[in-house]
C-alpha cells in the first residue's frame, strides 16, 4: 500500500452556491434565486434528521412547521440531552442593544479575524446577519435570558471582541436554548410533523445514484439494524473532538455519522482545525473519563496568572502580588484576559511549559477572581457565576471565593467537519451537514458564544429555505427501498462490521484503545504540533488499528442493549480520522488559529500564517482506509476582511 | 479505596433482575461515582462478563442522562447528579447499593437504565410556546420584569433528569411537569397558551401513570438543579385558575 502521506491533489472544490455581488446582498439573493416548494407538496417529501442539538432540534421543528415530514433520530434517550445543552456561557448577536459600536459588519469582521482567515466570506456574513433574528426567535420561545431591572436583555463580553453582544442565561445558555429546540420540536412531534427515534444511532449513510437517499440505524435497546429513507438527509451529529478520548465533550459525542458520511463520498474539510479551550478543570489521574470546561465568560472577571519565578510551589495567597505574572495582561494589554481561545491556550501550555504552572503535574494556572470580589462583592460575583463556581467545588473540593480556580486547556470544539457549500449541501447530493458537523463558518479558530450562534442559524434560518432548493430540483420519483442492490450492500457491509466486532474476543477494552489512540493525538495533533510528531503519529495510528482487530473485546451480543459495542464501533471510526487529522496538520505547513506548526512562529512566538501557499480550506476526499485520501483546495478570497497578521496586544 | 458494590442487574425489561455484589479496589477520592463504575466495568470486560449498564452522557450534571438511586437516595449523599458526586463522599470499605430510578412510569431498559419517554410525552402536550420559526417579533418588543425573568429561569433549570419520582414515595411527576409549567407560564410569551398547557400537561402526567402529590417535599430535595417545592403550589393554582376559566 503506498504511504498514506503521498496524497494526490485533485480538481478544486468549488462553492457554486453563493451569489455574486455586495456580501451584505448575497443571502437574500440567494434565497430569491432558490426554487421552492409548494407548501402542498411539502408533505410529500421525507427528510431525515440526525441529531437534536441545536442544529438539528430547530431544523427538525422547522422543517416540520412548514409542511414537510421529518424523521428525526438521537442516540441518546430523550431529545433534550444532546451535547449543545452543556454550553455555559452565551450566544451572540449584533444586536447593538448596548449602543457600543456594534453591528452585523462588526461580527462578520471580528468572526473572520477570530477565524484566523481561513472562514469564507458568504457564510460568515450570513451567519451575523441571522444572528439578530435568533435572539428574537429564542424570545418569542420562552428562552429565559438574563435580563436587567427594565425588563431589557442583558448582555456581556467574550474573548476577541471589544463590544458586549453575548446574551445569556446565567451559565446554562447551553440548556435554556436547546430547550427552546426541543420544545418546539416537542410541538411538531405532537402534531406528527416528525417521527423521533430516540436511542437509534445513525451507522452508515445510503446512497444511490449519487444521492444521499436515507441511513443505516441501530436501535440501541433492541439491537436490530434497520433502514430510512428520505428525499434528503441531515446531518447534525455534532463535531469530532472526543477522538482524543479526554474532552469537554458528552462521553457519547462522535464522529460516526460524518465519518461515514465521508467514506461514501462527503469530503471532509480542515480535521486538523480543532480548538483547545484555555479555561478547563485540570485532569486529576488516569481515572479521569472526560474534562470540564469552565466557561469563557469567567475571564471577563477572572485575571490569569502564574508566578513568576519557576518552581514556585507556594500556596496561591502567599505569592505576593508582585511576584505573580499576569502573563496575558502583560502580552495583550488591549485584550488582556480577554483574547481569542487559541491564543489564551497557547500562552497557558508556554508558561507551564517554563516551569511555572501550579497544581499537581504543574499543569495548572490560576484564575483569581479576588480582584472582582473586591471591586463588585462576593454577592455580585455569585450572581453571575454561582453555578459555574458551585461546579467547580464539587469537581475539585476547592472553594473558588477563597482559592483562586485552577484551569489548564484542553480540547473543546471542532471547526473542521464535512465540507459544505453556501447551501450547507456537503459533495453528496441530498446530504446536508449542519452546525459544528459542517466545517464553515469558523475558520482555524471559534470565537466565544459562537457556537450556538451557527447552530441555530444553520438548523433555524439556513437549511430550511437552501433544503427547498435541492428537493425542488430533485423530485424523487423512483421509490428507494430495503431491496435495492446499493441498500442491501451497506446494511451488509454494517452488520458485518457489528459481528467482527463481537467475535474478536481479544483482550482489550473498548476504552483502552480510546484511551491510546486519544493520548497519542493529544500528544502529537494537540496544542502543538511538529512535522516529526505528526509523522510518528501516522505511523503509530495504522498500528493500533491494526491491534484494534486483533485484541479488541466486546461482550454480549448485538441483539440487546450493549454499551461496550456502541463505544468499539465509534472506535473503529476514530482510528481512521485521527490519520486524516494529522494529515491534514503535517500537510498544513503553516499555523494559523488553534493549528499551531512550530515551525511556523513569529519571533513573539505567535501563530504566523502563510497565506501564499494555505489560503484555502482542505477538503479530503476518502479512498480506502489506510491509503492516501485526494486533497481539494477550495481557495478562500477576502474582499471585505483583509487577511493581517492578528494582533490583540 | 476499597469498596463493596452492590448492583442492581437486570437483562432487560421482560426478564426479572436482581442484586448482584462486586468488590472494587484502587478507587481514588478524586473519581466521580461514574469513574468508579468505569473501573468495575473495565475489569468486568475483561473478565468476559457484561458491563453494568448506565445511562450518561455529559458528566458535568447538566444532561440529565444520569439516573442512580445510591444507598437509597436518588443521586446519592449530596445534592447534586450522580456524574457529579465523588468518591470523597463515601468512606473506605463501604457497601453501597446501586439501583435504578424506581417508578411505574420509568420501566427499567437494562440494568440501571430506565426509560424516560414519559417526561418526553409530558412536554409534547404542551410544554412549548407556539413560535414557529420566523414569526418572532424584535427580543425588546415585549420587557420582561426582572423578577418574572428570573423565576422562569429558577424553573427552566430543570434537566429532565427523573430524580423527583424516583425519590418520591407515590412515584409522582408533579416537580417535573410544574417547573415546565412555571417557566412558561410566568412570562408574558406563554400566556396565550397558558389555560390549555397546565390542563394538558397535568392530563398527560396522569395518562403516563405517575402517582398523585401528597407534599412529601421529597422530590425538591432530591432535585440536583434546586427546583422549589413551592413551584407544585404555583401550578396546582394554575391548573385551579385554567379548570374556571374553561377557554378550551
Given at each position: 500500500?503506498?504511504?498514506?502521506t503521498?496524497?494526490?491533489?485533485?480538481?478544486?472544490?468549488?462553492?457554486?452556491?453563493a451569489?455574486?455581488?455586495?456580501?451584505?446582498?448575497?443571502w437574500?439573493?440567494?434565497?430569491?434565486?432558490?426554487?421552492?416548494?409548494n407548501?402542498?407538496?411539502r408533505?410529500?417529501?421525507?427528510?431525515?434528521?440526525?441529531?437534536?442539538?441545536?442544529a438539528?432540534g430547530?431544523?427538525?421543528a422547522?422543517l416540520?412547521?412548514?409542511?414537510y415530514?421529518?424523521?428525526?433520530?438521537?442516540?441518546?434517550?430523550s431529545?433534550?440531552?444532546?451535547?449543545?445543552?452543556?454550553?455555559?456561557?452565551g450566544?451572540?448577536?449584533?444586536?447593538?442593544?448596548?449602543?457600543?459600536?456594534?453591528?452585523?459588519h462588526?461580527?462578520?469582521?471580528?468572526t473572520?479575524k477570530?477565524?484566523?482567515?481561513?472562514?469564507?466570506?458568504?457564510?460568515?456574513?450570513?451567519?451575523?446577519?441571522?444572528?439578530?433574528e435568533?435572539i428574537?426567535?429564542?424570545?418569542?420561545?420562552?428562552?429565559?435570558?438574563?435580563?436587567?431591572?427594565?425588563?431589557?436583555?442583558?448582555?456581556?463580553?467574550?474573548?476577541?471582541?471589544?463590544?458586549?453582544?453575548?446574551?445569556y442565561?446565567?451559565g446554562?445558555?447551553?440548556?435554556?436554548?436547546?430547550?427552546?429546540a426541543?420544545?418546539?420540536l416537542?410541538?411538531q412531534?405532537?402534531?406528527?410533523?416528525?417521527?423521533l427515534?430516540a436511542?437509534?444511532?445513525?451507522l452508515?449513510?445510503i446512497?444511490?445514484?449519487?444521492?444521499?437517499?436515507?441511513?443505516?440505524a441501530?436501535?440501541?435497546v433492541?439491537?436490530?439494524?434497520?433502514?430510512?429513507?428520505?428525499?434528503?438527509?441531515?446531518?447534525?451529529t455534532?463535531?469530532?473532538?472526543?477522538?482524543?478520548?479526554?474532552?469537554t465533550n458528552a462521553m457519547?459525542?462522535?464522529?460516526?455519522?460524518?465519518?461515514?458520511?465521508?467514506r461514501?463520498g462527503?469530503?471532509?474539510?480542515?480535521?486538523?482545525?480543532?480548538?483547545?479551550?484555555?479555561?478547563?478543570?485540570?485532569?486529576?489521574?488516569?481515572?479521569?473519563?472526560k474534562?470540564?470546561?469552565?466557561?469563557?465568560?469567567?475571564?471577563?472577571?477572572?485575571?490569569?496568572?502564574?508566578?513568576?519565578?519557576?518552581?514556585?510551589?507556594?500556596?496561591?495567597?502567599?505569592?505576593?502580588?508582585?511576584?505573580?505574572?499576569?502573563?496575558l495582561?502583560?502580552?495583550?494589554?488591549?485584550?488582556?484576559?480577554?483574547?481569542?481561545?487559541?491564543?489564551?491556550?497557547?500562552?497557558?501550555?508556554?508558561?507551564?511549559d517554563?516551569g511555572?504552572?501550579?497544581?499537581?503535574?504543574?499543569?495548572?494556572v490560576?484564575?483569581d477572581?479576588?480582584?472582582?470580589?473586591?471591586?463588585?462583592g462576593?454577592?455580585?460575583?455569585?450572581?453571575?457565576?454561582?453555578?459555574?463556581?458551585?461546579?467547580?467545588?464539587?469537581?475539585?473540593d476547592?472553594d473558588?471565593?477563597?482559592?483562586?480556580?485552577?484551569?489548564?486547556?484542553?480540547?473543546?470544539?471542532?471547526?473542521?467537519?464535512?465540507?459544505v457549500?453556501?447551501?450547507?449541501?456537503?459533495?453528496?447530493?441530498?446530504?446536508f451537514?449542519?452546525?459544528?458537523?459542517n466545517?464553515?463558518?469558523?475558520g482555524?479558530?471559534?470565537?466565544g458564544?459562537?457556537?450556538l450562534?451557527?447552530?441555530?442559524?444553520?438548523?433555524?434560518?439556513?437549511?430550511?429555505?437552501?433544503?427547498?432548493?435541492y428537493?425542488a430540483?430533485?423530485?424523487?420519483?423512483?421509490?428507494?427501498?430495503a431491496?435495492?442492490p446499493?441498500?442491501?450492500?451497506?446494511?451488509?457491509?454494517t452488520?458485518?462490521?457489528?459481528?467482527?466486532?463481537?467475535?474478536v474476543?481479544?483482550?482489550?477494552?473498548?476504552d483502552?484503545?480510546h484511551r491510546?489512540?486519544?493520548?497519542?493525538?493529544?500528544?502529537?495533533c494537540?496544542?502543538?504540533?511538529?512535522?516529526?510528531?505528526l509523522r510518528?503519529a501516522?505511523?503509530?495510528?495504522p498500528e493500533?488499528?491494526?491491534e484494534?482487530?486483533r485484541?479488541?473485546?466486546?461482550?454480549?451480543t448485538?441483539?440487546?442493549?450493549?454499551?461496550s459495542l456502541?463505544?468499539a464501533?465509534?472506535?473503529?471510526?476514530?482510528l481512521?480520522?485521527?490519520e486524516?487529522?494529522?494529515?491534514d496538520a503535517?500537510?498544513?505547513?503553516?499555523?494559523?488559529?488553534?493549528?499551531?506548526?512550530?515551525?511556523?512562529?513569529t519571533?513573539e512566538?505567535?501563530?504566523?500564517?502563510?497565506?501564499?501557499?494555505?489560503?484555502y480550506a482542505?477538503?479530503?476526499?476518502?479512498?480506502?482506509?489506510g491509503?492516501a485520501?485526494?486533497?481539494?483546495?477550495?481557495?478562500?478570497?477576502?474582499e471585505?476582511?483583509?487577511?493581517?497578521?492578528?494582533?490583540?496586544? | 479505596m476499597?469498596?463493596?458494590?452492590?448492583?442492581?442487574?437486570?437483562q432487560?425489561?421482560e426478564?426479572?433482575?436482581?442484586m448482584?455484589?462486586?468488590?472494587?479496589?484502587?478507587?481514588?477520592?478524586?473519581?466521580s461515582?461514574?469513574?468508579?463504575?468505569?473501573?468495575?466495568?473495565e475489569?468486568?470486560?475483561l473478565?468476559?462478563?457484561e458491563?453494568?449498564?448506565?445511562?450518561?452522557d455529559?458528566?458535568e450534571g447538566i444532561c440529565?442522562?444520569?439516573?442512580?438511586?445510591?444507598?437509597?437516595?436518588?443521586?446519592?449523599?449530596?445534592?447534586?447528579?450522580?456524574?457529579?458526586?465523588?468518591m470523597?463522599?463515601?468512606?473506605?470499605?463501604?457497601?453501597?447499593?446501586?439501583?435504578?430510578?424506581?417508578a411505574?412510569?420509568?420501566?427499567?431498559?437494562?440494568?440501571?437504565?430506565?426509560d424516560r419517554?414519559?417526561?418526553?410525552?409530558?412536554?409534547?402536550?404542551?410544554?412549548?410556546i407556539?413560535?414557529?420559526?420566523?414569526?418572532?417579533?424584535?427580543?425588546?418588543?415585549?420587557?420582561?420584569?426582572?423578577?418574572?425573568?428570573?423565576?422562569?429561569?429558577?424553573?427552566a433549570?430543570?434537566i429532565?433528569?427523573?430524580?423527583?419520582?424516583?425519590?418520591?414515595?407515590?412515584?409522582?411527576?408533579?416537580?417535573?411537569?410544574?417547573?415546565?409549567?412555571?417557566?412558561?407560564?410566568?412570562?408574558?410569551?406563554?400566556?396565550p397558551?397558558?389555560?390549555?398547557?397546565?390542563?394538558?400537561?397535568?392530563?398527560?402526567?396522569d395518562?403516563?401513570?405517575f402517582?398523585?402529590?401528597?407534599?412529601?417535599g421529597?422530590?425538591?430535595?432530591?432535585?440536583?438543579?434546586?427546583?422549589?417545592?413551592?413551584?407544585?403550589?404555583?401550578?396546582?393554582?394554575?391548573?385551579?385558575?385554567a379548570t374556571?376559566?374553561?377557554?378550551?
Amino acid at each position: 500500500m503506498p504511504d498514506y502521506t503521498h496524497y494526490a491533489t485533485g480538481e478544486p472544490v468549488v462553492d457554486t452556491k453563493a451569489p455574486e455581488g455586495p456580501v451584505a446582498e448575497r443571502w437574500d439573493t440567494r434565497r430569491f434565486q432558490a426554487k421552492l416548494v409548494n407548501p402542498a407538496n411539502r408533505r410529500k417529501h421525507t427528510v431525515i434528521v440526525v441529531g437534536t442539538g441545536l442544529a438539528g432540534g430547530s431544523a427538525g421543528a422547522t422543517l416540520a412547521e412548514q409542511g414537510y415530514h421529518v424523521v428525526q433520530f438521537c442516540f441518546q434517550d430523550s431529545p433534550r440531552r444532546a451535547h449543545s445543552v452543556a454550553a455555559q456561557g452565551g450566544i451572540n448577536a449584533a444586536k447593538n442593544y448596548r449602543n457600543d459600536g456594534d453591528s452585523i459588519h462588526r461580527l462578520f469582521y471580528d468572526t473572520v479575524k477570530g477565524g484566523d482567515f481561513r472562514a469564507r466570506e458568504s457564510n460568515v456574513h450570513r451567519l451575523a446577519q441571522i444572528s439578530v433574528e435568533i435572539i428574537d426567535q429564542c424570545v418569542a420561545q420562552g428562552v429565559p435570558f438574563a435580563r436587567e431591572y427594565g425588563g431589557l436583555l442583558d448582555n456581556r463580553s467574550f474573548g476577541g471582541v471589544q463590544v458586549s453582544r453575548t446574551f445569556y442565561a446565567r451559565g446554562q445558555t447551553g440548556q435554556q436554548l436547546l430547550l427552546g429546540a426541543y420544545q418546539a420540536l416537542s410541538r411538531q412531534i405532537a402534531t406528527g410533523g416528525v417521527e423521533l427515534h430516540a436511542r437509534t444511532e445513525m451507522l452508515d449513510l445510503i446512497v444511490v445514484d449519487g444521492k444521499a437517499r436515507g441511513i443505516v440505524a441501530r436501535d440501541l435497546v433492541t439491537g436490530k439494524i434497520d433502514t430510512y429513507f428520505a428525499d434528503a438527509v441531515v446531518l447534525a451529529t455534532g463535531g469530532y473532538g472526543n477522538v482524543f478520548y479526554l474532552s469537554t465533550n458528552a462521553m457519547n459525542s462522535n464522529a460516526t455519522a460524518i465519518w461515514r458520511a465521508h467514506r461514501r463520498g462527503a469530503y471532509f474539510a480542515n480535521p486538523c482545525f480543532t480548538q483547545i479551550h484555555p479555561t478547563c478543570i485540570p485532569r486529576t489521574g488516569d481515572h479521569q473519563s472526560k474534562l470540564t470546561l469552565m466557561s469563557e465568560s469567567l475571564r471577563n472577571d477572572g485575571r490569569i496568572w502564574v508566578p513568576k519565578a519557576k518552581g514556585d510551589d507556594r500556596p496561591a495567597d502567599q505569592i505576593p502580588e508582585d511576584e505573580r505574572d499576569y502573563y496575558l495582561e502583560r502580552i495583550y494589554p488591549a485584550f488582556g484576559n480577554l483574547v481569542p481561545r487559541d491564543i489564551a491556550s497557547r500562552a497557558a501550555k508556554n508558561v507551564c511549559d517554563e516551569g511555572r504552572g501550579v497544581g499537581p503535574g504543574g499543569q495548572g494556572v490560576y484564575l483569581d477572581f479576588a480582584e472582582a470580589i473586591g471591586r463588585m462583592g462576593r454577592k455580585a460575583v455569585e450572581a453571575k457565576y454561582g453555578n459555574l463556581f458551585d461546579m467547580y467545588q464539587r469537581i475539585t473540593d476547592e472553594d473558588p471565593y477563597t482559592v483562586p480556580m485552577r484551569i489548564y486547556p484542553a480540547v473543546h470544539y471542532t471547526m473542521g467537519g464535512l465540507w459544505v457549500d453556501y447551501d450547507l449541501s456537503t459533495t453528496i447530493p441530498g446530504l446536508f451537514a449542519i452546525g459544528e458537523a459542517n466545517f464553515s463558518d469558523h475558520g482555524a479558530n471559534r470565537l466565544g458564544a459562537s457556537a450556538l450562534m451557527q447552530g441555530l442559524a444553520d438548523g433555524y434560518f439556513v437549511l430550511p429555505s437552501t433544503i427547498n432548493d435541492y428537493l425542488a430540483r430533485n423530485p424523487h420519483t423512483e421509490k428507494v427501498d430495503a431491496h435495492h442492490p446499493a441498500v442491501a450492500e451497506v446494511v451488509a457491509e454494517t452488520e458485518d462490521r457489528i459481528n467482527l466486532l463481537l467475535s474478536v474476543d481479544g483482550d482489550r477494552t473498548p476504552d483502552s484503545f480510546h484511551r491510546e489512540i486519544g493520548e497519542l493525538m493529544w500528544e502529537y495533533c494537540g496544542m502543538a504540533r511538529t512535522e516529526d510528531g505528526l509523522r510518528k503519529a501516522l505511523a503509530k495510528i495504522p498500528e493500533i488499528r491494526e491491534e484494534f482487530w486483533r485484541r479488541i473485546k466486546v461482550p454480549g451480543t448485538g441483539e440487546q442493549f450493549n454499551q461496550s459495542l456502541e463505544k468499539a464501533n465509534r472506535i473503529v471510526d476514530y482510528l481512521e480520522l485521527a490519520e486524516l487529522m494529522c494529515l491534514d496538520a503535517l500537510h498544513r505547513a503553516e499555523s494559523c488559529g488553534g493549528h499551531f506548526r512550530a515551525e511556523s512562529q513569529t519571533p513573539e512566538g505567535e501563530a504566523e500564517r502563510r497565506d501564499e501557499e494555505f489560503s484555502y480550506a482542505a477538503a479530503w476526499e476518502f479512498t480506502t482506509t489506510g491509503a492516501a485520501p485526494v486533497l481539494h483546495k477550495e481557495d478562500l478570497v477576502f474582499e471585505y476582511v483583509h487577511p493581517t497578521q492578528r494582533s490583540y496586544a | 479505596m476499597k469498596l463493596t458494590l452492590r448492583v442492581w442487574r437486570q437483562q432487560n425489561a421482560e426478564t426479572p433482575g436482581a442484586m448482584a455484589t462486586y468488590e472494587v479496589d484502587g478507587i481514588s477520592q478524586d473519581m466521580s461515582f461514574l469513574e468508579m463504575l468505569d473501573t468495575l466495568n473495565e475489569e468486568l470486560i475483561l473478565a468476559g462478563d457484561e458491563p453494568v449498564a448506565f445511562d450518561h452522557d455529559c458528566r458535568e450534571g447538566i444532561c440529565g442522562a444520569c439516573s442512580l438511586v445510591i444507598n437509597g437516595d436518588a443521586h446519592g449523599p449530596e445534592r447534586t447528579t450522580t456524574c457529579q458526586l465523588h468518591m470523597r463522599s463515601f468512606a473506605d470499605g463501604d457497601t453501597i447499593d446501586i439501583e435504578p430510578w424506581r417508578a411505574s412510569a420509568f420501566p427499567v431498559v437494562k440494568d440501571l437504565v430506565v426509560d424516560r419517554s414519559s417526561f418526553d410525552r409530558i412536554i409534547q402536550s404542551g410544554g412549548y410556546i407556539s413560535a414557529p420559526t420566523g414569526t418572532a417579533p424584535d427580543a425588546h418588543a415585549t420587557p420582561v420584569p426582572k423578577p418574572d425573568a428570573e423565576l422562569a429561569f429558577e424553573n427552566a433549570e430543570c434537566i429532565g433528569c427523573g430524580a423527583c419520582v424516583a425519590a418520591c414515595p407515590n412515584g409522582s411527576a408533579m416537580l417535573f411537569t410544574a417547573a415546565k409549567v412555571n417557566h412558561l407560564n410566568v412570562l408574558p410569551q406563554g400566556a396565550p397558551e397558558r389555560e390549555t398547557r397546565v390542563l394538558d400537561m397535568v392530563a398527560q402526567m396522569d395518562e403516563e401513570g405517575f402517582g398523585g402529590c401528597t407534599l412529601t417535599g421529597e422530590c425538591a430535595t432530591a432535585c440536583p438543579k434546586g427546583i422549589p417545592l413551592p413551584s407544585i403550589a404555583a401550578m396546582n393554582k394554575e391548573w385551579l385558575r385554567a379548570t374556571r376559566k374553561v377557554r378550551r
